[in-house]
């Protein structure tokens, strides 16, 4: 544990932080899992909302720095050729 009181700030701030980005990075791997289960059931009207609430999580990761923005064009990629695919 730090002495000085900068470090100390530091170290709880990227705990913080870390806890801040765990969550964010949770929630869009739960929001794509949930599409994923209502494209298995076919359900395309819930599938069509998980898509919408998937990509604003994705794109919220990806702004923040949490994945890269690349990955977050192929994830978005693959979730709407999967949509696509179930509505076709």
Same mark, same amino acid.
Request: net charge positive; proline share 1%.
């Given at each position: 544990?730090?002495?000085?009181?900068?470090?100390?700030? $530091?170290?709880?701030?990227?705990?913080?932080?870390?806890?801040?980005? =765990?969550?964010?990075?949770?929630?869009?791997? #739960? +929001?794509?899992?949930?599409?994923?289960?209502?494209?298995?059931?076919?359900?395309?009207?819930?599938? &069509?909302?998980?898509?919408?609430?998937? #990509? &604003? @999580?994705?794109?919220?990761?990806? +702004? @923040?720095?949490?994945? =890269?923005?690349?990955?977050?064009? $192929?994830?978005? +990629? $693959?979730?709407?050729?999967? %949509?696509?695919? %179930? #509505?076709?």
């Amino acid at each position: 544990m730090p002495n000085i009181k900068s470090a100390i700030k $530091r170290v709880k701030k990227s705990e913080e932080n870390r806890a801040q980005n =765990h969550a964010v990075k949770a929630a869009m791997r #739960t +929001s794509i899992k949930t599409f994923n289960s209502k494209v298995e059931a076919n359900d395309a009207a819930a599938a &069509k909302e998980a898509f919408l609430n998937a #990509t &604003k @999580k994705i794109d919220k990761a990806a +702004s @923040k720095g949490l994945i =890269h923005q690349n990955k977050a064009a $192929r994830e978005k +990629s $693959r979730l709407s050729t999967k %949509l696509n695919g %179930l #509505t076709a």
